[in-house]
């Protein structure tokens, strides 16, 4: 165990159940995960098996109903609202399915408003902001829109504005789920790419089993337990 | 039915806001419209009621030369007065009847003068003989009724116990009274009497006969006392008094009861008619006239009723396109809240006029719940026929539900975005073009409506024609809405310029945001709303000033006390008032309306003031006139006239124009010339009837008193005659005004002994803010101001409830990205807001410009009591909207907020 609370991320016995009574849904039952810093693990299973249920637990969206989640050595269960909007700030990054970008901003700023949350310099992030566009290829895009761009652009919007704060830790859920193979695939190689670039721990939901071969672990969540490694390549 | 149901509750506030919206303006715009009509009939009632000098209608014709034998005795009398009477009521026309109550006749003859131990320096003398269905009741306290005369041919009359304690003679008692060609009348007092009812209205035809009243200067004074004459001694004066001695008058009171306003036109173009062609009453004897104030009242009661018609139209008018505005952004909140639902339905194969259909019958259960509870509301408030300027909102609100249903339903049909870039540039520019001709179209609209209601004004809205003149406020506020939205993104780009620039994210989320989802349909509908709520307050408080400054204009000082004919015995009511305690200024003088003044361009008819400059000045001083050197002007120059030098010119204060011009003025029969010596400063600029007072001369009455004694004289001297009875211009004081706090008090007390009319300027001002069209239209303006501003928060409500779908996602993902909870209540509110304030905002600019513009068309005057229209006031509170909007939104992001703590973030990462 003590291995496992040297873990980047650190799930014990995590219980999450959606109502009440007969009608009550059992997310998660009794979940264990422990996630090496710098590893990039790819949570798989089939719709409605709790995927995304454990991704919001550990990324500090959603509290379980019993067990430990630590992130990074932070209990994230046991923060106050406001404390898990910092921890989302300065650790955590999410890549939504839906890319989850302000369509009324442009790339530029899209990516750059975690580091608007954080209040960093203005010159500082401008420089951040440039260089990510430049990583993810969208440096021609920056002043563009969200709506004018295609959806593969929109999710590397999406990555850059992940990395924009430095994050111990990235969550995606899906992230190709609304992409084409072609463009699913270098967005796959993107986020592999940036994972290990910036030293980051991945988290990853996904079908796909060319994202599945790409991560260091798979992992199989059937009915909202872990039932061990899933089959990779 | 079920899944209309199902929908209905889904979206049940939105539908209750509906029914709200509809109830309180079908209720106002139908129950106010037969208040007005009732409250109009109050008006013309109170107003022929309270008409000083009355408004009845007064035949009046000579008896004739040689026509009378002194000794024909009651039946002459009854033939010439009685009967004729009679004979003139019967002819009147049939629409003068119902309102004219049964005549007062008087048969009186020519001024004499007399001299008796009681009034030895001589007094004025009318024999008079009434008539009011009967000779009016006495009771004889020694003697008896005149009769016929006697062997000695003396007339025979009959004194009430006051007047002959002032004449100092008693029954029995004999004297000579002297006749205009300075020939006697031998007079036979046959009893005194005590009238049975002196309250009968018999002695107003000539009320000296109970109680002498006393004319002139101070210091000569002439009493005026009344002997009754009888059905018997009438021909006996007659014949004394030959050939156009005795004067007939036939006084028919105006029954206020009997008028109401839809007839009260016809009622003065008849009495005008009569007035025109007195031979229509075949009034009997020659010279004869019809004379009545009941036309003059009836017209500017008829006047006001109009112009209070006219705002409360345009008020109302506001009023429907406002709600039909706050309609329209429910219907498109609906359609928002239900597009999904609908894009199925349509994609599901239901065709757009089905789609309509089902919302259309929606629509009518909502708008006809909120209409009968409307209609229930106005028939409690005002019972009566219904009134119909109600159909337009119920029209819209049934009508903009299917419209926005059916166009949002419509848009799930693909219609491809053109790929070829520029046919995409050309449909941008059609859709710009379309835009731009819609808003020019509505500002011209605007434009005209308003320069149409400024140039025709009130008593062009008259009719359905005139609804365009009635929107006119709203189509302008409509088009500066417009005008202002086009500046919101102006705004909104310098605001993203700083918020770039910062170094924080709630900044430029708020400011984003606030630029890509800002709706022009609820930013026009709360410029409209908010223009209408300043607009009404305004209007309300310019009225109220208004009608405090028209105190002054009427009164000319906290109270003045006037006299129907000039009298002395003012100057005692002056005296008591200056030693009174609490009395700061006194001022005492004569106002001679309607004199004539001939110059070199003509004869005007001008207003005379004839006043002690010094005490005039300081008293007008004290009011909001304010001091002015012009007096001590006229005080030095008449100071040569004053202390009695030979007739010349007399030092004036005239009106600008004839400043430097040798007017002279008729006063009775003389001619004065006049010295302008100065501008005639601010002075009180109405009659004591509230019409206007027009130019007016001010003179120092003493040195009119001289300059006139002066003229007589020399004219006297010239021509041989001498003075008889009241006959010599009057330069006797009619008017004493008084400021000070106690000043209507003292004045009431001390005004009693002349039977002075007392006016208080704060008694006037009661009665004006009590009228019935002044108060109903300020009730209106207050309820609508009252109405618009809850119309507002609806719609920022409405507004803010169409754009929280894609609020809520923003801060959620923003929140997922590290967002604190108590900032998304920040972003939220800069969302909102920037548009919200920039409409309430320029409405309440718009609506106070539109006052300044809407003051003259709208007659506001004629609700002030004002001779010139009044100043435009705004008070604090028409910025009382946007400190609602803005707390509304508060209010808004509040509730947002707490529902977004129940929020699962996690549902933002899942795919919608």
Avoid at chain 1, 34 to 58: F, H, I, Q, W, Y
Avoid at chain 1, 178 to 185: H, I, M, R
Avoid at chain 2, 269 to 286: C, D, I, K, R, Y
Wanted: charged share 15%; proline share 7%; net charge neutral.
């Amino acid at each position: 165990m003590s291995a496992g609370l040297g873990a980047a991320v650190h799930v014990r016995d995590v219980h999450r159940t959606f109502g009440s009574g007969p009608s009550a849904v059992h997310a998660l039952r009794g979940v264990d995960l422990d996630v090496e810093p710098g590893e990039l693990v790819a949570l798989v299973g089939r719709s409605g098996s709790g995927k995304t249920t454990l991704l919001n637990v550990v990324g500090g969206l959603d509290r379980p109903d019993e067990g430990s989640v630590l992130v990074d050595g932070i209990d994230v269960a046991a923060l106050s609202d406001d404390d898990q909007a910092l921890l989302r700030r300065d650790k955590v990054a999410f890549v939504f399915q839906t890319f989850g970008l302000m369509p009324v901003l442009t790339a530029a700023e899209n990516v750059g408003v975690p580091m608007r949350l954080r209040e960093a310099p203005v010159a500082e992030r401008e420089r951040r902001v440039e260089m990510l566009l430049e990583l993810v290829g969208l440096t021609p895009h920056a002043l563009q829109r969200p709506d004018e761009l295609s959806g593969g652009q929109q999710q590397r919007v999406a990555i850059a504005r992940a990395l924009a704060g430095s994050p111990r830790l990235l969550v995606a859920d899906e992230p190709t789920g609304q992409l084409d193979s072609e463009t699913g695939l270098s967005v796959m190689a993107l986020i592999r790419g940036v994972v290990e670039a910036e030293g980051m721990t991945a988290l990853v939901a996904t079908h796909d089993p060319v994202m599945i071969a790409l991560a260091d672990r798979a992992v199989r969540v059937v009915d909202g337990r872990l039932v061990g490694a899933a089959e990779r390549g | 039915m079920r899944a209309a149901w199902r929908r209905a509750r889904a979206d049940l506030w939105p539908l209750a806001v509906t029914v709200l919206v509809v109830a309180l303006t079908v209720g106002v715009t139908d129950a106010v419209p037969r208040l007005l009509s009732s409250r109009a009939d109050t008006a013309v009632r109170a107003a022929v009621a309270a008409a000083d000098p009355p408004a009845d209608l007064v035949v009046t014709s000579m008896y004739g030369p040689g026509a009378s034998d002194p000794t024909v005795g009651a039946g002459d009398t009854r033939a010439g007065v009685d009967d004729a009477a009679q004979g003139i009521d019967s002819f009147l026309p049939p629409s003068l009847q119902p309102v004219l109550g049964p005549p007062i006749a008087d048969a009186t003859g020519t001024d004499l003068t007399l001299s008796t131990p009681g009034l030895p320096t001589g007094g004025v003398l009318w024999m008079s003989y009434l008539w009011a269905g009967q000779e009016p009741s006495v009771r004889w306290l020694a003697g008896s009724a005149p009769g016929q005369p006697g062997p000695d041919g003396a007339v025979q009359l009959g004194l009430s116990s006051e007047v002959a304690g002032v004449l100092g003679i008693g029954a029995g008692d004999t004297f000579q009274a002297m006749k205009a060609d300075r020939t006697f009348v031998p007079v036979l007092v046959t009893g005194v009497f005590d009238a049975t009812d002196a309250t009968d209205r018999v002695w107003t035809a000539r009320p000296e006969i109970l109680r002498p009243r006393v004319v002139g200067q101070r210091n000569a004074p002439t009493t005026v006392v009344g002997g009754l004459l009888s059905a018997a001694s009438l021909p006996a004066a007659r014949a004394a008094l030959e050939p156009d001695g005795v004067t007939r008058t036939f006084r028919f009171p105006v029954e206020p009861q009997a008028l109401d306003y839809a007839g009260s036109g016809a009622l003065a173009t008849q009495v005008a008619a009569l007035e025109a062609s007195p031979v229509l009453v075949l009034a009997p004897g020659p010279g004869a006239r019809v004379t009545s104030r009941l036309d003059l009242v009836l017209t500017q009661v008829g006047a006001r009723v109009a112009a209070t018609w006219s705002q409360a139209t345009v008020v109302l008018a506001g009023l429907a396109w406002g709600t039909g505005l706050v309609l329209l952004v429910a219907a498109d909140l609906l359609a928002r809240r239900r597009s999904a639902a609908l894009r199925t339905v349509r994609a599901r194969g239901a065709s757009l006029p089905g789609i309509a259909a089902g919302a259309g019958a929606e629509a009518a259960v909502v708008v006809g719940v909120g209409a009968a509870v409307g209609l229930t509301l106005g028939q409690l408030a005002a019972p009566g026929a219904l009134s119909w300027p109600w159909v337009v909102v119920v029209a819209v609100g049934v009508v903009a539900p299917p419209a926005f249903a059916t166009v949002t339903a419509a848009r799930s049909d693909a219609r491809r975005v053109p790929t070829d870039r520029h046919r995409r540039r050309l449909a941008q520019r059609v859709r710009s073009v379309r835009r731009l001709s819609i808003e020019a179209a509505l500002l011209v609209l605007a434009a005209a409506a308003l320069v149409a209601l400024r140039r025709r004004g009130v008593v062009s809205i008259s009719g359905p024609a005139d609804l365009a003149l009635a929107a006119a406020p709203v189509l302008v506020a409509a088009a500066g809405a417009l005008l202002l939205w086009r500046a919101v993104p102006v705004l909104l780009r310098g605001a993203l310029r700083a918020a770039r620039r910062s170094r924080k994210a709630a900044p430029l989320l708020a400011v984003a945001r606030a630029g890509a989802t800002g709706a022009v349909l609820p930013f026009v509908a709360l410029v409209v709303v908010t223009t209408l709520v300043a607009l009404c307050g305004a209007l309300a408080s310019t009225a109220r000033a208004g009608q405090a400054e028209g105190s002054w204009d009427t009164v000319g000082a906290d109270v003045v006390v006037r006299t129907t004919l000039p009298d002395a015995s003012l100057q005692d009511v002056a005296d008591r008032l200056a030693d009174a305690d609490g009395v700061d200024a006194v001022a005492i003088g004569r106002v001679q309306d309607r004199s004539e003044l001939f110059d070199v361009r003509g004869v005007d008819a001008v207003r005379v003031l004839a006043v002690d400059p010094g005490s005039y000045g300081t008293l007008l001083a004290r009011t909001p006139f304010g001091a002015s050197p012009a007096f001590a002007l006229l005080s030095d120059a008449s100071a040569p006239a004053a202390a009695g030098a030979a007739p010349g010119a007399l030092p004036a204060l005239v009106p600008e124009p004839l400043l430097g011009t040798r007017p002279s003025l008729r006063w009775g029969n003389v001619m004065i010339e006049l010295e302008p010596v100065g501008q005639v400063p601010a002075l009180p600029a109405q009659q004591a009837d509230g019409a206007p007072a027009g130019p007016t001369i001010v003179v120092d009455r003493a040195a009119l008193t001289a300059v006139v004694q002066a003229l007589v004289a020399a004219r006297a001297e010239r021509t041989g005659s001498a003075r008889v009875g009241t006959e010599q211009p009057e330069v006797g004081p009619d008017t004493v005004w008084a400021v000070g706090p106690d000043a209507p008090a003292t004045a009431d007390a001390a005004a009693s002994a002349v039977r002075g009319n007392v006016l208080a300027r704060a008694q006037w001002l009661t009665d004006r803010r009590a009228d019935p069209l002044a108060g109903g239209l300020l009730t209106l303006l207050g309820l609508v101001a009252a109405l618009c501003a809850g119309y507002a928060t609806i719609i920022v409500v409405l507004a803010a409830a169409a754009s929280a779908p894609g609020r809520a996602t923003s801060l959620a993902t923003a929140r997922v990205l590290g967002l604190r909870h108590r900032a998304t209540t920040r972003v939220a509110a800069g969302e909102l807001l920037p548009s919200i304030l920039v409409a309430a905002v320029g409405g309440v600019l718009l609506g106070t410009v539109l006052v300044g513009a809407l003051v003259a068309p709208l007659a506001l005057r004629l609700v002030t009591g004002q001779a010139a229209d009044p100043g435009v006031v705004l008070p604090w509170w028409t910025v009382v909207p946007v400190g609602l909007v803005g707390a509304a939104v508060l209010v808004v992001v509040t509730v947002e907020s707490s529902a977004r703590r129940r929020e699962r973030l996690g549902q933002v990462l899942r795919v919608r």
